[in-house]
């Protein structure tokens, strides 16, 4: 299995529900990442985990709230949203060693907020 | 941190003819130039990297080369095709930071049949 697979493709949210992103990859990857991204522009680093543990945050609101339940699965937690944070949100894994080897991106999920 | 400029931000190819896209980076120490192409409503996939020990890479119709002197690295692209058409992203990983990768703004490429 070389993907990284993403749920739901796409979501419709209001700015007081609550929903997550959920993201897996069977891969054997120690790193996996969530960005953010705007239509024609290049991603944005939101998240890294490295062997399950938080290792960079690019200073995301904490509507944002990421959680890594074990080394196959990154969540995205996602509450009080606002419409900007409407966009593409992409997983990505790489092996342990970062991004040297580089990234493998899933499909991503088209969030809007209403 | 590392700063990458890409350029030209569109290019407009008609079949056949070559695509060169160039990127500069700021940050010396950077080792790793990954390109991502990105089709429209698609994930970005890798298509080709170089690192800094080597000065030109090439997979079929499409080469890297990077020149760390000038801190510049440049796509080819030649016999292009309607599928090349697509955003290309360059990125070059700063050695501070294995996990980060700086991507330029995107070229967005059309080649006209």
């Known amino acids: 299995d070389t993907e990284v697979t993403q749920t739901p493709k796409h979501l419709v949210m209001g700015m007081t529900n609550k929903k997550s992103l959920k993201c897996e990859q069977h891969?054997?990857?120690?790193?996996m990442y969530w960005y953010k991204q705007k239509a024609k522009k290049p991603p944005e680093l939101m998240f890294v985990?490295?062997?399950?543990?938080?290792?960079i945050n690019e200073s995301v609101p904490s509507r944002f709230s990421p959680e890594c339940p074990n080394s196959s699965l990154l969540n995205l937690h996602l509450h009080a949203l606002q419409p900007e944070d409407s966009a593409l949100y992409l997983c990505?894994?790489?092996?342990?060693?970062?991004?040297?080897?580089?990234?493998?991106f899933g499909s991503g999920t088209r969030l809007t907020v209403v | 941190g590392e700063n990458v400029e890409q350029h030209p931000s569109t290019l407009s190819v008609q079949e056949g003819d070559s695509a060169v896209i160039k990127c500069t980076y700021s940050?010396?120490?950077?080792?790793?130039f990954p390109w991502y192409k990105q089709e429209l409503g698609k994930r970005p996939q890798l298509i080709i990297d170089?690192?800094?020990?080597?000065g030109e890479k090439k997979d079929q119709r499409i080469a890297v080369t990077l020149n760390k002197t000038a801190k510049h690295f440049s796509l080819h692209i030649t016999e292009t095709q309607p599928e090349d058409s697509a955003v290309y992203f360059c990125?070059?990983?700063?050695?501070?930071?294995?996990?980060?990768?700086?991507f330029g703004a995107g070229t967005t490429v059309t080649v006209r049949a």
């Open positions: 990505a894994s790489s092996q342990g060693g970062g991004v040297y080897y580089g990234y493998t």
């Open positions: 891969m054997g990857h120690r790193a």
């Open positions: 985990y490295s062997y399950e543990k938080l290792s």
């Open positions: 940050d010396s120490a950077s080792n790793y």
């Open positions: 170089i690192r800094s020990n080597v």
């Open positions: 990125a070059a990983s700063p050695r501070s930071n294995d996990y980060k990768l700086s």
